[in-house]
């Protein structure tokens, strides 16, 4: 028997090693966990797998006709059998241009595969035990080698496969950049690609995405199908990888790996994962016998070392030119580090003739994303803003894993001496200003103004309520809405956004935001809140609705503000009179007069009587009535408010009182 002091002892030793293992390092819990490399991760490895002393997990290496596979120790409750799953691989083939089979992510009732063959069944299935239903097997495939045996004819190919391997459905590698546009992937040239599976028990969908690091997962998934895998997987099932080499052989790496059974898995910071090994040099040629006279060797040797200086002097003067910076704090947000380097030769040297707009922190061109053909704006931050790198953080953290179809994708940035970058896909039809108040563009219907709200309504409700925190915008405004191809409406430039927690309020106490668009209360107390966003949207309502600016000071007077002058037109009854006179009264009534009345109460001086955004959504969709609007006979007018705002402290002032720098598309 232990005596008191011994067992407090084993507790004491129990508590330091728990806390210094691997198991607190992994984050490993009963139905979720994340390998940054695979020390102490307490997987059950068979036949050839084996973990390096960096972590890196090698499935197989370049032995012929072997197996290699890594399964989770303990098996997870499959009782609902929704999960998310992603991680990181790399193959180096044996040969450059041939690659091995393969391998697979799967789900199986055993870790362990009885009579299992190599080669093209990537050690799952033998020939007795293929396409059979009691194998309850569910697996995604990267097929690096031809197998028409089983139907597949393309080489590099993911599939989806039960039971079985032939796919349910399979595809080329690739991945779709900017949303549409497909780019395949190669997988046996030791590129570390990141791979998302996810699988929802409601929709009985299953979606497989790919993207090559450092990218963010692509909002489109390369698979995507209808599977029912309640019928596959019983209720206790191990979840691992498994490799096969045959005639060809290929080392198969996986660099880390994340999988939760009960929401979206984890994020993988790529900067922590092991490097695999790099691919094998040529062979070198053999040595002659034959022996080199010493002059020629001297003469040999000084032209060498000539050319030395020269190149070295001029990859010195070319390695300043392109010279970048790195901080710490980058390694905490998701979007992809370009260099400095290929954003140059997109813009072509940022040429005059490529620039799309500039304002009050620098300046936006257009370019080309050299060897990919993928258009991009170039956000360029001013040298001497004194602002400029505070908003550029602050554009990277909140932009850098936000993904919604009514949002401008930031697909990444650069740093440089002086200069500061983001890389943004190209939105061709430019800002939303452009058409309401610019006379050289065509007029925008009144469909095209409807959806363009609701698709803002969706991004602002995004924002608020459906991530991890809340996001406010703090400068929604038409300059801020770009327009696709298709006229969609996309919230872009998020230089003044702040997050918080749900729950909590924001602790900030600086007025930011645009002069017209800014909340009442927000001038007393400098404190944006989700309200203040609703307000700024319901200023961009009458926007659209009325086809005027917020301000026109060369009004007369009781015009000159926007909202003062539709609150009076529905004091009278006939709020469908200020509707923008190009429509030329071709709108549904009902649809302009709910705009109107909408804008007015989310730009209502009192906050409690605002919206959220979810109902602004449900008023927009026609799934509920919106309410009266209360006067409010102490309501400030916005003329005393302006004239406070310019009484204020400047100290803490942010007004984008200029043209918005993506006027011209971005």
């Not at 090698?58 to 799953?85: C, K, V």
């Not at 206790?236 to 790496?253: D, E, K, L, P, Q």
Request: charge should be negative; glycine fraction near 8%.
């Amino acid at each position: 028997m232990f005596s008191i002091l011994e067992l407090l002892l084993i507790l004491l030793c129990s508590s330091v090693f728990l806390k210094h293992s691997g198991f607190a390092q992994v984050q490993h819990k009963a139905d979720n966990f994340i390998y940054h490399g695979f020390n102490e991760s307490n997987l059950n490895l068979n036949g050839i797998a084996k973990i390096h002393s960096d972590g890196l997990l090698e499935l197989t290496n370049i032995s012929y006709y072997q197996i290699g596979r890594a399964f989770s120790r303990f098996p997870l409750d499959f009782h609902n059998s929704s999960f998310s799953t992603n991680f990181v691989f790399a193959i180096h083939p044996e040969m450059a241009n041939l690659g091995g089979h393969g391998f697979v992510f799967t789900i199986s009732p055993s870790p362990e595969f009885t009579g299992a063959l190599a080669a093209e069944y990537f050690g799952l299935f033998s020939n007795s035990t293929i396409g059979l239903d009691s194998n309850h097997v569910f697996a995604v495939e990267f097929d690096t080698i031809q197998t028409p045996d089983f139907g597949d004819i393309d080489n590099h190919h993911v599939g989806i496969d039960v039971n079985d391997l032939v796919s349910n459905v399979s595809a080329s590698a690739a991945y779709f950049f900017l949303n549409d546009q497909l780019k395949s992937l190669e997988l046996i040239r030791g590129n570390q690609i990141q791979v998302w599976i996810d699988y929802d028990e409601v929709e009985q969908l299953v979606n497989v995405t790919l993207a090559p690091i450092p990218s963010m997962k692509p909002e489109k998934p390369l698979l995507s199908t209808k599977i029912n895998l309640s019928l596959v997987l019983t209720d206790s099932m191990y979840v691992g990888f498994s490799s096969s080499t045959g005639s060809m052989a290929s080392y198969h790496y996986i660099l880390g790996w994340s999988f939760n059974k009960s929401g979206p898995a984890q994020d993988l910071n790529i900067l922590k994962l092991p490097s695999p090994p790099s691919l094998p040099p040529l062979p070198s040629k053999p040595k002659s016998g034959k022996k080199v006279p010493v002059f020629k060797i001297m003469v040999l040797l000084i032209i060498a070392s000539i050319l030395g200086t020269i190149i070295f002097g001029g990859v010195y003067i070319r390695r300043k030119k392109y010279e970048e910076l790195h901080e710490d704090w980058e390694e905490e947000y998701g979007p992809q580090r370009f260099s400095y380097k290929d954003i140059y030769k997109a813009t072509e040297g940022f040429k005059d003739k490529g620039l799309l707009g500039s304002g009050g922190f620098g300046k936006v061109y257009k370019g080309v994303l050299p060897c990919s053909d993928i258009q991009v704006a170039v956000k360029k931050f001013s040298h001497d803003s004194g602002q400029g790198m505070k908003q550029f953080v602050a554009e990277i953290a909140s932009m850098g894993r936000l993904r919604h179809r009514n949002l401008v994708q930031l697909l990444g940035y650069c740093r440089r001496k002086g200069e500061l970058l983001l890389v943004y896909g190209y939105v061709p039809n430019g800002s939303l200003d452009r058409f309401l108040f610019q006379s050289n563009t065509p007029t925008l219907n009144w469909v095209q103004r409807y959806q363009i709200l609701k698709g803002v309504a969706s991004a602002l409700l995004y924002l608020h309520e459906e991530g991890d925190r809340v996001l406010l915008h703090r400068d929604v405004k038409a300059s801020n809405v770009m327009l696709d191809a298709d006229f969609i409406g996309k919230l872009g430039d998020f230089g003044l956004a702040k997050f918080y927690d749900h729950g909590s309020f924001p602790q900030t106490t600086c007025i930011v935001g645009t002069i017209g668009y800014l909340a009442p209360e927000v001038s007393r107390t400098g404190r944006a809140t989700t309200g203040s966003d609703v307000f700024a949207y319901g200023i961009l309502m009458l926007e659209v609705a009325c086809g005027r600016k917020t301000i026109e000071p060369h009004r007369p007077h009781g015009e000159v503000i926007l909202l003062d002058w539709v609150l009076d037109f529905w004091k009278r009854g006939v709020i469908v009179e200020t509707s923008d006179l190009q429509l030329e009264g071709k709108y549904m009534v009902e649809e302009m007069e709910l705009v109107l009345k909408l804008g007015l109460l989310c730009a209502h001086s009192t906050p409690a009587v605002r919206p959220t955004m979810r109902q602004v959504m449900q008023y927009l969709d026609g799934k509920a009535v919106i309410p009266d609007i209360p006067l409010d006979s102490s309501r400030t007018t916005n003329e005393d408010l302006i004239s406070s705002y310019s009484s204020a402290s400047k100290d803490c002032f942010s007004f984008s009182i200029t043209a918005s720098i993506l006027s011209y598309g971005r």
